[in-house]
Antibody, heavy 120, light 109 residues
Framework: EARLVESGGGSVQPGGSLRLSCEGS????????MHWVRQVPGKGLVWVSR????????SYADAVRGRFTISRDNAKNTVYLQMDSLRAEDTAVYYC?????????????WGQGTMVTVSS | QSVLTQPPSVSGTPGQRVTISCSGD????????FYWYQQFPGKAPKLLMY???QRPSGVPDRFSASKSGTSASLAISGLRSDDEADYYC??????????FGSGTNVIVL
């Protein structure tokens, strides 16, 4: 069964860093745009970042631009989200998302989510 | 803050038809497609509708959607107890950001 598996979440102090990983299992992520979406527990969904198939195009939400970096290693079938200068407001469940093959705006496959807690 | 406004909740009895509105805050929302996602508590969201009106494989035809201008709506016909979930609309705004609606909790009475 094809799925996305996130890892790397945890607790960190404000100003700290974490790197989230998202590995595709049972399929090749190579040609798909990949995104990160976050959700504060009990709140709504917020788009964070995206990267195209060959990592030549990346974009970020205003709230994380300059602090977060998205990347991918297609040989490892993995997408990453490097999160630096973390703030309390970055606390959320982070989901990795793969888009539809024929509709790059349709968030078709979601990972199970990984929790990031930023607190002193 | 979301530029797509949804009602916080809608409710209905089993078998009824309910609709969820998604109002875009023009001019941020252009001529892009709308998407809908369903999320159960503690679970990852699931793609429910794409390109305004299309259902992915496996989504029952009880779910339908439409778009008009910078707004969209999702309808659930023949409401069932297992439709109780949060529903989010989404689209790209003209600044190149993917924006989600504020979310609507569907309650089956």
């Amino acid at each position: 069964e094809a799925r996305l598996v996130e890892s790397g979440g945890g607790s960190v102090q404000p100003g700290g860093s974490l790197r989230l990983s998202c590995e595709g299992s049972g399929f090749n992520i190579g040609r798909n745009w990949m995104h990160w979406v976050r959700q504060v527990p009990g709140k709504g969904l917020v788009w964070v970042s995206r990267v195209n198939g060959d990592a030549t195009v990346k974009s970020y939400a205003d709230a994380v631009r300059g602090r977060f970096t998205i990347s991918r290693d297609n040989a490892k079938n993995t997408v990453y989200l490097q999160m630096d200068s973390l703030r309390a407001e970055d606390t959320a469940v982070y989901y990795c998302v793969r888009v539809m093959t024929y509709d790059m705006d349709a968030f078709e496959m979601w990972g199970q989510g990984t929790m990031v807690t930023v607190s002193s | 803050q979301s530029v797509l406004t949804q009602p916080p909740s809608v409710s209905g009895t089993p078998g009824q038809r309910v609709t969820i509105s998604c109002s875009g805050d023009a001019p941020n929302i252009g001529s892009n497609f709308f998407y809908w996602y369903q999320q159960f508590p503690g679970k990852a969201p699931k793609l429910l509708m794409y390109r305004n009106t299309q259902r992915p494989s496996g989504v029952p035809d009880r779910f339908s959607a439409s778009k008009s201008g910078t707004s969209a709506s999702l309808a659930i016909s023949g409401l069932r107890s297992d439709d109780e979930a949060d529903y989010y609309c989404a689209t790209w705004d003209d600044s190149g950001r993917y924006v989600f609606g504020s979310g609507t909790n569907v309650i089956v009475l």
